[in-house]
């Protein structure tokens, strides 16, 4: 047994995430900060409106800057137009 052995287990079992070449993003240096929020992004992890509500809580699931569509991560990250200006 190993973690490597345990990670792959792990990833076999969520055929729905496509794969990515992780031991690339953890080899770019850059600070540790933005190699977790990169892997929480690349996850679809990062708490948004769309994932939390997915987790069970009642809330709004519109994007809390435009109001427009749906706060996921590709919205918030790629298409909202108030974030983009930032």
């Known amino acids: 047994f190993s973690v490597k052995s345990a990670y792959h287990a792990l990833c076999n079992l969520d055929q729905q995430i496509p794969q990515w070449p992780w031991r ?7 600070p540790t900060k933005v190699l977790h929020f990169s892997w929480l992004l690349a996850r679809e992890a990062c708490l948004t409106q769309e994932n939390i509500r997915r987790r069970g809580f009642q809330l709004c699931s519109r994007c809390t800057f435009c109001g427009l569509e749906t706060e996921s991560n590709s919205h918030l990250f790629l298409h909202c137009f108030v974030t983009g200006l930032l």
């Open 24 to 30: 690339y993003i953890w080899k770019v240096k850059v």
